[in-house]
């Protein structure tokens, strides 16, 4: 992700001589006037902006932009801080009225609950922002441009590593003249720790709005409230890590892995699989009887969403969060479709990142593009040994428009699939996009993006389409759909990539919530068994506690769907879990893990114990999407001088979990997996 001051033209200038000879220019345009004369010297200008953003004894200000002599190099992001965002060719960027004005059109955007736009602060020299952890604006808009809806203002820093959120508050406000309003806004974030700062972007986010017209900020104001101490929560880690000296092998046909004893378990690898697609490619077939394999044993994959594209610690360390802790990626990594369009991964974010780091070409910033940086980064997870799994939280195709970028050849590539509305429940789409439905068309185009990601991915994919449908929190959920309706676009699904497509690279996975009492009904929207290959259920611990029921729950949900896998052949997994918090902490604007105060410590321990006496090959928790935006594992925020570990609560016993002799990571089997290349399996059809 990711100009000239300018004086404002007066529309009605009228000049008065007065008797004692001083002129006043009086200033009519929007009818307001900044009062405040201009600074002679930084002390006079600090002490004018403590007073205009209440900046109070106890705080400092590390930075601040009043636009009167202070401008900095603000400018427009353009489309790679653009989310759900259509009105680029509108947007500017000037500082006019010692204000910094931002032209906006938002009219396009009224169902969106987030859609962002950025403006960017840029010092080559680096800023000295140690201490921060305030940043104060104020907030100008015209109550005319808008028929409803509102703002937040999001703090991103690359370099300061800030990802905070506040609401605008639209209600308290101050009229600075008519329909102009004044709001006052505040971001806390943790401590900045760089003292050569280059980047910052303050994005200035739609929820359910139309507005249209110019937006207005000022008294940008960076600043330290020395009363907080957000800091003393973090600890230091005393365990070692001796995890990555345990390696699965392969030897004469033979997965040898380990109970958490560390005494050798083997366990014959199938040389003949059931699968959904008979034409699956060798390595398909190879990673299914893995899978099964590692389910007959003892040991259990970990695996993590995002593992290697989002994190909640320090970003100068390395992508993943887990790599920081244990030096090893995750074992299984999800991907989501969601960077295959562009919002959770593209080819910008590609081009700065690991491009720059492999010293490979750069990719165009296109639909195509940003469909082969999903697959480049794909096939990096899968070099360092990590499986791969593919979850696709679908746009509501109702509310797909066409991008105006058609390149020729990409049938996506009409579309802007770009944005966040699974959880946007009209249009009755399932009924409407099959052969004959309303959108059929943009279905489709969405399902020949992914399958242009497959056929550039170098491994196996474990397919996982239309999840947790036996909620009704997606619009391909129960409330919204027949069973049959249900049934019938899995199928296609299937058929269209294995058939149309020909895509044979996918294992697919059917993973509903975990509301299934019985197997019987687990099967109720079961797509059958000639369309499925693994079989598994999301359930999240909500509010941990250490004397609380959820993991005999769990075991119970374990039981039914392992039974399940049992009676159809099929793979088992736990596609979804975590421990998770059913309302955001102070600050926040979600939560899974604590920050600080988790109960239950040892959740991972708790979860290998139920894992690994079952048939589960792995079990995924979801992403790190930054300490603010929830997290599920632990993170590092510093490596101390002794090389112990700085950071979340929980780092030592994820490192314990990690030397368990049977937890599974891309360290523990990715040696393996490349001697599981010379093991020959065979694919029958999956019979119903």
């Known amino acids: 992700m990711k100009q000239m001051k300018k004086h404002l033209r007066k529309k009605a200038g009228i000049v008065v001589l007065l008797l004692t000879g001083i002129i006043i220019i009086s200033i009519v345009w929007m009818g307001f006037l900044k009062s405040e004369p201009m600074k002679e010297n930084q002390d006079t200008q600090v002490a004018d902006v403590t007073e205009l953003t209440n900046v109070t004894e106890n705080e400092k200000i590390q930075q601040l932009w009043d636009f009167s002599k202070c401008c900095g190099n603000w400018y427009y992001g353009g489309s790679d801080w653009e989310y759900q965002y259509s009105g680029g060719e509108a947007a500017s ?115 359910l709005t139309d507005y249209k017209g110019d937006l207005w900020l000022d008294n940008i104001t960076l600043l330290q409230e020395k009363g907080k101490a957000a800091n003393d929560i973090y600890v230091s880690s005393t365990l070692s890590v001796t995890g990555s000296t345990v390696q699965a092998d392969i030897v004469a046909g033979q997965l040898i892995t380990f109970d958490e004893t560390g005494e ?80 959770e991964y593209s080819a910008s974010r590609y081009n700065r990142e690991l491009a720059a780091a492999l010293d490979a070409e750069p990719l165009p910033q296109t639909a195509a593009g940003n469909v082969q940086a999903a697959a480049a980064l794909t096939n990096y997870n899968i070099e360092a040994g990590a499986i791969i799994t593919l979850s696709a939280h679908m746009p509501n195709f109702s509310l797909v428009k066409e991008s105006g970028n058609y390149d020729g050849e990409h049938s996506y590539s009409r579309y802007d699939f770009s944005g966040y509305t699974p959880n946007t429940v009209t249009g009755d789409v399932m009924n409407q996009i099959l052969p004959g439905g309303k959108y059929h068309d943009e279905f489709t185009a969405y399902l020949d993006m992914i399958a242009d990601y497959a056929k550039q991915v170098k491994g196996t994919i474990l397919f996982r389409p239309f999840h947790e449908n036996t909620g009704s929190w997606f619009w391909w959920g129960a409330d919204f759909c027949s069973t049959e309706v249900y049934q019938n676009v899995f199928r296609y699904t299937v058929e269209y990539f294995r058939d149309i497509k020909e895509v044979h690279n996918f294992i697919y996975v059917y993973g509903p ?160 997996l490349v001697k599981l290349k010379d093991i020959s399996v065979s694919a029958v059809s999956s019979k119903s």
């Open 513 to 672: 919530s975990c509301e299934a009492a019985s197997t019987e009904e687990y099967a109720e929207r079961y797509p059958g068994d000639e369309y499925v290959d693994m079989v598994g259920f999301d359930m999240y611990n909500i509010n941990p506690s250490n004397d609380d029921t959820w993991f005999r729950d769990f075991e119970k949900e374990v039981t039914i769907v392992q039974e399940f896998a049992r009676q159809h052949n099929k793979l088992f997994a736990i596609t979804e879990t975590g421990a998770a918090t059913s309302s955001p902490d102070a600050g926040d604007n979600q939560t899974a893990l604590h920050r600080s105060g988790n109960e239950q410590l040892d959740w991972y321990q708790n979860m290998m114990s139920v894992a690994a006496a079952s048939d589960a090959s792995y079990f995924l928790v979801w992403a790190n999407f930054s300490e603010r935006d929830g997290f599920y594992t632990p993170y590092v925020k510093a490596v101390n001088e002794d090389g112990s570990l700085y950071g979340h609560e929980m780092l030592d016993y994820f490192i314990d979990f990690f030397n368990y002799p049977n937890s599974m990571f891309a360290v523990n089997q990715k040696a393996a």
């Open 264 to 343: 050798d378990v083997i366990i014959p690898l199938s040389t003949k699989v059931e699968m959904t697609d008979k034409a699956a490619t060798d390595e398909a077939r190879q990673i299914y009887s893995y899978l099964q394999a590692v389910g007959n044993s003892p040991a259990v994959i970990f695996g993590q969403q995002g593992n290697t594209h989002h994190k909640a610690g320090a970003s100068m360390l390395s992508y993943s969060d887990t790599y920081d802790i244990t030096g090893s990626y995750a074992g299984v990594i999800g991907m989501d479709a969601l960077s295959l369009v562009g919002n």
């Open 93 to 207: 960027v000037s500082v006019e009225q010692e204000m910094l004005k931002v032209s906006v059109d938002y009219s396009g955007e009224k169902e969106n609950s987030w859609s962002q736009l950025a403006v960017c602060e840029w010092d080559s020299e680096g800023m000295n922002l140690i201490g921060a952890n305030t940043l104060r604006l104020d907030f100008l808009f015209d109550t005319a441009s808008m028929s409803g809806g509102g703002f937040l203002i999001k703090v991103y820093s690359n370099h300061a590593e800030i990802d905070a959120n506040a609401a605008v508050d639209m209600e308290h406000t101050e009229t600075v003249s008519g329909t102009l309003k004044k709001a006052k806004v505040e971001v806390t974030f943790d401590e900045i720790t760089n003292a050569a700062v280059k980047d910052l972007n303050i994005c200035i986010v739609g929820n």
